[in-house]
Structures are given as C-alpha cells and as structure tokens.
C-alpha cells in the first residue's frame, strides 16, 4: 500500500492534459468515442483532439442542455460520448438533462465536468460548482468520480470509456503532482486509494483536496509527531463503504476534505454511512461552508476555508485536542 | 453628450479596459473592446440611471447578459460614479467585490450574470413589472453573438412578444467570434434578424461602433408598437487595438507590458485626431 511521502512529490501535468491525452489514445484505435463540446475544447484541451479526430469532435455551441440531450441522444446508437463542459454549466444548467436523458433513460454518457470546484477562482459563484457531488449524488444511476492525480484520471477515463453506464468525472485546472509512484497504486471505480498510512487520525479527501491533505499529513507528523492516513477517495458515489468502515474501527478521528459545499458532498455521504453503521468518531467536514464564497484565485479560497497544508493541520489538531 | 464627446469618452474607457485587465493580468478582453461604444451611448446618453437614482423603481434597467466582458461595465461605471476609479485596482484581488463578472455588491450593478443565457429572461420579467405596475421604466440588455444557442434566449423572446414588451430592448454584440472559432463555425444563428422576426420582434441593424447611429437607434424605440426590440450591433471583437481586432486569441487575452504600451499608444493617437 501507500508509500509515505515526506520528499518531494514528483511533479504531474493538469490532470485535464492526461484527460485529452487518454481520450485521444482511445480514440485512434475506436472510432465510436466522440467528443461532445460547447464552445469548450480549449478549457477542456481538447484543441489537439479536434485536430487529429474532426470528424469524432461535434461542436454544440453554447448551448449546455442541448449538449447532454444530444449527446444521451449519440450514446443511445453507440457512441461513446464524452460531453466535455465547464462543470458549473454542466451540473447546473443542464441538470434536468443529466437527470432523464442521461441517468433514468441509461444513456452512457461520460459527462466531463471541466475546472471544477472553485477553479476559476476570481470568475466567481457563477463559474463555481460546489453543487455537483450534491445534486448528482440525489439521482440514481450515475457514478460520480472526481481523480485526484494523473494516474487516477489515465486510469478512470480508460475504464470509464469500457463501461456502458452514465459517469460524472470532475476536473480541476490546476497541475497534480503524483501521489504515488504508479507501480504502487490500483484503480478501481467505488474503492477509495490510500495514499498514506498512519495510526492517529484519518484524512478522506477527493480530487485537489487530497494533495494539501498529504501536506498537512507531512507536516503534522513533522511538527507534531501526528500520524495521519490520508485517502484519495476518487469516487464519491458508490462510497466506499468498506474502507471507511476499516478506517473507522480504529476509533481515531476522521476528516473529510472536499472543494464542494459542505452540503451534500464527500463529507456528508461520509458522515451517513458512519453514523447510520453506528461509529461515533470524532468527525469534520472540511469544504466551502454555506455562505456568499470569498473571492480570489483558487489559492485564496482554499487558504480562506483551511483547504491548505496549515488550515487542514490546524483542523486535525482541534479534533485530537477538543 | 455629443457625438464627439463620446467619442472621446469611448478612447478614454477603452483605455482604461486594458489598464485594469492589465493590472489584473485578467480579464475578457476582446469583447470588452467590442461592446464599449455601446454601454458609453447607453449609459451617457440613454439611459435613466445614476448613483442618485439607483435605488428608484422608475430608473431604467441595464442588464448585461454577456457578463464576461464585465471590465466595460465597471469601467463606465465608475466613470458614472457610481464608485471611485481607484477601487478596480482591486479587480480579481482576494476579497475584493470587483471579480471578473458583474455583481450586485458593486454599485451600480443590476444582475449577477455570467453565466450566460440568463440576461434575457431576467430582462423580460423586469419589463414585465414594470407594465403591471404602469411605471415608464425600459430595460435594455446585452447578448454576445456566441450566447445565442443557449435556449433561454428563444423561449424568452416567445415570452417578451406575448406580452408586447415594448419597453424592452436586446442589443447583441455582433462581433462573429467566440471562444473556439467564429459563430459560423460553431453554430451558425443567421440569419438572426428573420429569426426574432418570426418570433414576434422589432429588428435593426446598426454599426456597433458608430455613436451616433447608436443614440438614433436607441431613441427609436419601440422600433414597432407593442412590440420588443432588437439592435443587432456590427462589431469588431478587439475595437480599437489593431492587433486585437478581430483575432480570436484576444477573447480573453491580457496584453504583455510591450503590447499594453502599444495599444495605448495607438489610443493617444486617435485621441488627438478627435
Ligand atoms: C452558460 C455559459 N456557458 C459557457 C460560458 C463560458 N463562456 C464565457 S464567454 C464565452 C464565449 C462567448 O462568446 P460571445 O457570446 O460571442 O461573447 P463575446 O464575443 O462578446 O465576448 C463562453 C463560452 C459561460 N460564461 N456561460
Ligand atoms: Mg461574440
């Protein structure tokens, strides 16, 4: 399992590279994967698909309820259809589409939600989306993934396009470093990745929540000599049920970390599970609490909320020591 | 203001386009550029509206759709005085209220808009009060050409000429691109005018940076009675900066210290010709 991570993480490309990249090797040998596009190629990265596949790119326009209708409308003769927009459009707007068109009707579409989160930054709440694990995790049928690094992105757009059911797959902007070295780590959809193991408390973190969760880890055992497990859990619905409940036998405390709402999100489905199974850990959500966001970059949000290396050690420190 | 006026106002704002955007190393820069002669008309010529009388319910409504090119509003705005100049230093900093869309914790500021689509419907339901209220108040909006295929606008634009807005009217910044490439390569909407046509709209068609058609054509409305009215505004994304205009790039590019210098220049220029 996890190999501990106190050096230096090796540093990684915007997961939405590897994304286009792994999109692209698939798409060379099938013909039947298409990408489906609203005036998104370029913020999706999809400029070089488009070049070398135009005629496995459809361009909808601005348009986000007509690019889930139509692309539900391509996955039900065949296609396997990619319908890559921003996620705040995506989850938002077209909602109702995602729902009937996508989810009830078992279309199998992949919808790619691009700069999730609060990655755009100073844009603001209208290009924030910090509804989307809430909103997608209320209806039924579809797989919600948000890849913390390159691997767990290669890994999730490859076995996603293999399988023939609705997913949600969350991007953010920024470059990932690796979490661990390939060699080490298994992707499976519904099975959370540990990614650091320690015996004080545990952090379960999910797409670019899990890097800061890995430094507030290094540094606590540094400072403190706390150590924490840290996992990336990559996908929010189906939870994995099975680990958290491994996690939460040991009785030590459990922190969720989450760029969502702490409605409805990660924490929340987490907190679910573990009381309704009877733990009573000593249990936080961090994410963005319900309240006009702050405004800035990305940077200054995560730091504002305590999404960052000393915010989440702060949290950990406040939980061990009530 | 006169039409020369204006026209030396719209350098000034262009001006101050690219300091802030510049500044913030961010910004939406293009189509900033390309709708700024018509929020100077409109807000120094047309419409109703100041810092004293924002609070009134018979001020006239400016509800900008394409909330992306937000730079062109904060600057008029502050021109207004609706706040101090100074403030979008600030823009996209840590806390501050002047972010990259248009928020109504800015002064002056009518709609939360950025995402777009959401413009017209929210214009058509403001017009619609203030018919139910009998107040002379008219709403003006702004669609980028991009915009169009969102469906919100169509089925607001059924209900705009099913309830005779008169007292509404939709400018669409015609400047043919977007983002990926030009609107005919993305999803061709033309021809618009036969479209809101058919839909039940008065239409015209007008040089998006000329002045003084702009005051005509927004003095000639309703453009037919009981109906909604449409400018469709010819336009060049980049107006103003040469190697800007009409180069797609430009969309939300944030010019180096050596491009900034030249655009201004360019701008002192025509400045002293006018
Ligand atoms: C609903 C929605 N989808 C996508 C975007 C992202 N976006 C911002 S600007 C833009 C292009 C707009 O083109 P156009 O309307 O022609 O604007 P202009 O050329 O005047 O800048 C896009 C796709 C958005 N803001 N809202
Ligand atoms: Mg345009």
């Not at chain 1, 991570?5 to 939405?16: D, F, Q, R, S, V």
């Not at chain 1, 909103?135 to 797989?143: D, K, M, P, W, Y």
């Not at chain 1, 076995?159 to 059911?165: F, S, T, Y």
Request: some cysteine; proline content about 4%.
């Amino acid at each position: 399992m996890g190999a501990i991570i106190e050096k230096e993480i090796e540093t990684g490309k915007a997961n939405l590279e590897v994304f286009s990249s792994t999109l692209q090797e698939l798409a060379a040998t099938d013909r039947d994967i298409i990408a489906v596009t609203s005036d998104s190629r370029g913020s999706g990265k999809l400029v070089p698909f488009g070049q070398k596949f135009p005629k496995q790119i459809v361009e909808i326009g601005i348009a986000e309820q007509n690019l889930v209708g139509v692309a539900a409308g391509l996955a039900s003769a065949g296609k396997k259809v990619f319908a890559v927009s921003p996620a705040c459009f995506l989850t938002a707007r077209a909602l109702e589409q995602i729902k009937n068109d996508v989810a009830y009707s078992d279309n199998p579409v992949k919808l790619i939600g691009i700069s999730a989160g609060v990655s755009y930054g100073a844009l603001g709440t209208t290009h924030h989306s910090l509804h989307d694990y809430a909103v997608l995790r209320a209806i039924n049928n579809i797989t919600i993934v948000a890849p913390a690094d390159n691997f767990e992105t290669e890994q999730a757009i490859a076995q996603a396009a293999a399988l023939e059911q609705p997913f949600y797959i969350r991007f953010g902007k920024k470059q990932m470093p690796l979490l661990q070295p390939d060699s080490e780590s298994t992707f499976e959809f519904g099975k959370g990745r540990v990614v650091r193991e320690g015996d004080d408390l545990t952090f379960v973190a999910t797409g670019e929540t899990v890097y800061p969760a890995l430094q507030a880890a290094a540094k606590l055992e540094k400072e403190q000599g706390i150590s924490a497990t840290v996992i990336s859990m990559h996908t929010i619905k189906p939870l994995d049920t099975g680990l958290l409940e491994k996690v939460a036998a040991a009785g030590k405390p459990i922190i969720t970390v989450e760029e969502h709402s702490v409605y409805g999100g990660l924490g929340e489905a987490c907190a679910s599970f573990l009381f309704q199974s009877g733990h009573r850990n000593a249990f936080k959500i961090m994410g963005i609490p319900d309240e006009y966001t702050v405004t800035g970059s990305q940077n200054d949000i995560f730091n504002h909320y305590g999404l960052s290396e000393s915010g989440l050690a702060e949290a950990a420190l406040t939980l061990l020591n009530p | 203001m006169t039409a020369l006026e204006l026209q030396q106002k719209s350098v000034l704002y262009r001006k101050n386009i690219l300091k802030y955007i510049y500044g913030a190393k961010a910004g939406h820069t293009g189509g900033s550029l390309s709708c700024i002669d018509i929020l100077n008309v409109l807000y120094n010529y047309t419409l109703n509206v100041s810092p004293e009388n924002f609070t009134s319910p018979d001020r006239d409504r400016y509800i900008q759709s394409k909330g992306h090119t937000v730079e062109a509003l904060f600057v008029v705005l502050a021109d207004k005085g609706f706040f101090p100049e100074s403030d979008l230093e600030t823009l996209c900093q840590y806390k501050s209220h002047y972010i990259g869309h248009p928020t109504r914790k800015v002064n002056g500021v009518e709609q939360n808009t950025g995402a777009l689509g959401h413009g017209l419907p929210l214009s058509v339901g403001t017009a619609l009060a203030a018919k139910m209220d009998e107040r002379d108040y008219r709403v003006f909006t702004l669609l980028g050409d991009g915009e169009l295929p969102e469906g919100s606008n169509w089925e607001a634009a059924l209900t705009a000429s099913h309830y005779k807005l008169d007292n509404l009217c939709a400018i669409i910044d015609h400047n043919k691109l977007q983002i990926t490439a030009s609107t005919k390569e993305v999803c061709d909407t033309n021809p618009i005018d036969d479209k809101f046509e058919s839909f039940g709209w008065a239409v015209r068609h007008v040089d998006g940076h000329d002045v003084a058609a702009l005051k005509e054509a927004f003095d000639a409305m309703p453009f037919e009675p009981n109906k909604p009215s449409l400018i469709i505004a010819h336009t060049i994304k980049g107006k103003g900066v040469s190697y800007m205009e009409n180069v797609l790039k430009w969309h939300h590019g944030v010019p180096s210290e050596a491009q900034y210098h030249e655009a201004i220049e360019e701008l002192d220029a025509v400045m002293a010709t006018l």
